[in-house]
């Protein structure tokens, strides 16, 4: 377990916050006290930063911005220490068709965020559920070349917890060398550029302000964090998380998302061991 620490970053969804979207009183009490001592705090999500993270932390009740927002996997940084954005690869044309291509067998209902609104075939109870959580407007199309008309940062699909392993062997099956595809909940599939992971934008991050890897804890639970919790000088995963996210984690939390795991785990592990 590492001594000096700098940086806290976490993912959000199954991991910061409650199956009920809540971040709990003592994980913003959690959150405030490292921000007393002068440790950055920062969230890591497939979320976009235009639309949803930038608002994230007032949204919450801070009263102060948090000091790095990764979005989209990875795609898209926010340096707030600089107040500087960075963009990373996007998906080409070409291969947003491929996608869409491979996908094809299983009929499911694509969907991708575009100039704000979140773009699919047809409006159903997973994207319903999803323009309501991330508070964006649904685009319906009746074309699948519309979801190619230009390079864009992922393409997800939502499938069921039952079907997902014969998905996931599929897309093994058809590799390719531009793009990759990961799991970030149990029921969703998102594709990327092969290079994308919020370990680029954290690292980049940590260069950009001479902050070493070794001195950041990271915390997620499901795939599309391995890299960043492998990075990081101390990557936990959450008690509720994915068996090859505890694979590769320096450490489990002892509770889970729903049971406040991330600040039983900080206050035990790091902030009453120095009297915070």
């Not at 979320?47 to 911005?65: E, T």
């Not at 940084?77 to 107040?83: A, N």
């Not at 704000?116 to 323009?131: H, I, N, P, Q, W």
């Not at 074309?143 to 393409?155: R, T, V």
Request: contains cysteine; negative net charge.
């Amino acid at each position: 377990m590492i001594q000096d620490f700098h940086l806290v970053i976490c993912d959000i969804d199954s991991t910061l916050i409650t199956s009920n979207r809540i971040l709990t009183e003592h994980a913003m009490d959690v959150i405030r006290r490292l921000h007393a001592h002068g440790v950055y705090f920062g969230i890591a999500s497939g979320r976009s930063i235009d639309q949803q993270l930038h608002k994230q932390a007032r949204d919450w009740g801070f009263d102060f911005d948090f000091e790095v927002l990764i979005g989209m996997n990875g795609s898209e940084l926010w340096d707030g220490i600089h107040q500087k954005r960075f963009d990373y690869y996007k998906l080409k044309k070409e291969w947003i068709r491929e996608i869409l291509e491979l996908m094809a067998p299983f009929n499911l209902n694509p969907f991708m965020y575009v100039k704000d609104k979140m773009m699919c075939l047809r409006v159903d109870e997973a994207t319903e559920r999803s323009s309501k959580k991330n508070r964006t407007d649904i685009l319906v199309v009746d074309d699948l070349s519309e979801f190619y008309a230009e390079e864009n940062a992922k393409i997800m699909f939502r499938t069921t917890e039952e079907e997902m392993e014969g998905i996931e062997d599929y897309v093994r099956q058809h590799p390719s060398p531009h793009f990759k595809a990961f799991k970030t909940q149990t029921t969703m599939l998102e594709f990327t550029d092969q290079r994308v992971s919020k370990a680029v934008a954290l690292k980049a991050f940590c260069e950009m302000n001479k902050l070493p890897l070794e001195q950041v804890i990271s915390f997620g639970d499901m795939s599309n964090d391995n890299e960043m919790l492998e990075c990081s000088g101390w990557g936990v995963c959450m008690a509720n998380g994915s068996e090859d996210t505890k694979a590769i984690a320096d450490d489990i939390t002892e509770l889970t998302n729903d049971e406040d795991g991330f600040a039983e785990y900080m206050e035990k592990h790091f902030l009453k061991p120095r009297g915070w």
